[in-house]
């Protein structure tokens, strides 16, 4: 089977409300849709969420740019992502580069699975099984995070998250009883600092959180800042979590021999697509390190389903009014039944209302 050409589209799709982060706030999610066709009439579909809409046009075009090094090529994922990877070592492969390839790559394992008729956890070795979810929660103060971590506890969902990192440590503590208040004792809490926190102020601040009974706390300090984030692991009882702004396997391997041993949570584009994220869970599962994901819900279900050390999943509804099958969740988990290769398939009405 080979590869014929590519369906490139930008969307820029509204949050049903604004979310806000310690580092800023998103009102819409920026997306590149792409499908690619083979020659046997197979399209698989992958969905790369560039953050910020400046970079939305350029990661297309650049998108665009690597369909002549694909087309023509056997319908081989693995084998191709490293010949991309490969052919842009010069330059680089993360930034847009890598968001690129890695929507390049998620959608030729779409289209694998889809040529046999296979959930993609299935075409990767992997059985179905259950796998938690969590909602996010923005930076949006103590009563608006207690009402939003309300709605996801009425959804079913086994776990809600908080942005924090507000101005002093009394109100990320506030926030996060007035969450605890509102969901009870049966649901996990976690909580995410977006990188907002020198190591010295973060480990002030984790110290007084250990007594709070948090799942984890995420990215307390700059995300490549290992040795800190080792550090800070070593001084408090509350599991700390990053990998979600770790570029490819290649990062993983670097946070993996600065110390990290606890949990890691790739993201389906920044980790490398399919084949990057299986490079990661493979040394997640020989160091014995959790993995859950950040957002691509939909992909996230099938790889975490093929994951050894699989923890959580990260729920969000940002991108369903373009999906005309978005992920199901069935008693607070993620319903992968009946599901062909990733379930991503595009609203092409809805497409075309949020054009960019």
């Known amino acids: 089977m080979k590869i014929l050409s590519f369906d490139i589209r930008s969307v820029l799709v509204p949050l049903p409300e604004p979310h806000r982060t310690a580092s800023g706030v998103i009102e819409a999610s920026p997306l590149v849709l792409l499908s690619v066709l083979t020659d046997e009439g197979t399209r698989g579909h992958s969905i790369t969420f560039t953050y910020t809409p400046a970079?939305?046009?350029?990661?297309?075009?650049?998108?665009?740019?690597?369909?002549?090094?694909?087309?023509?090529?056997?319908?081989?994922?693995?084998?191709?992502?490293?010949?991309?990877h490969g052919r842009f070592k010069l330059l680089g492969t993360q930034g847009l580069v890598g968001m690129a390839l890695a929507g390049i790559d998620m959608a030729l394992w779409d289209a694998l699975a889809r040529s046999q008729q296979l959930p993609l956890h299935a075409l990767l070795g992997g059985e179905a099984k259950a796998v938690p979810c969590y909602g996010g929660i923005g930076?949006?103060?103590?009563?608006?995070?207690?009402?939003?971590?309300?709605?996801?506890?009425?959804?079913?969902?086994?776990?809600?998250?908080?942005?924090?990192?507000?101005?002093?440590?009394?109100?990320?503590?506030?926030?996060?009883?007035?969450i605890r208040c509102a969901v009870g004792p049966g649901l996990a809490v976690m909580a995410d600092y977006n990188q907002s926190l020198a190591p010295g102020e973060a480990r002030q601040r984790l110290q007084a959180l250990d007594s709070e009974g948090l799942q984890w706390i995420e990215e307390p300090v700059l995300a490549h800042d290992y040795a800190a984030l080792v550090q800070l692991g070593q001084r408090v009882r509350t599991p700390l979590l990053a990998g979600e702004n770790w570029w490819g396997p290649l990062d993983f391997r670097h946070a993996f021999n600065a110390g990290v041993r606890d949990q890691v949570m790739p993201n389906a584009m920044k980790g490398g697509g399919v084949t990057g994220w299986l490079a990661i869970s493979a040394m997640a599962q020989v160091y014995g390190a959790g993995v859950s994901s950040h957002l691509w819900p939909e992909v996230s279900a099938q790889l975490l389903t093929a994951t050894p050390t699989a923890r959580w999943l990260e729920y969000a509804d940002w991108w369903n009014p373009i999906l005309k099958n978005p992920l199901r969740l069935r008693e607070g988990l993620a319903d992968t039944e009946g599901v062909i290769a990733s379930g991503i398939e595009f609203d092409n009405d809805a497409a075309r209302a949020y054009a960019a």
Do not use: C, F
């Open 139 to 178: 930076h949006d103060g103590e009563a608006d995070s207690a009402r939003a971590a309300e709605r996801w506890a009425r959804q079913g969902l086994k776990g809600v998250k908080a942005k924090i990192g507000y101005p002093t440590l009394a109100e990320d503590i506030a926030v996060l009883r007035a």
């Open 55 to 84: 970079a939305l046009k350029p990661t297309a075009v650049l998108m665009k740019n690597i369909e002549p090094l694909v087309t023509g090529q056997a319908l081989a994922p693995a084998a191709l992502w490293e010949r991309l």
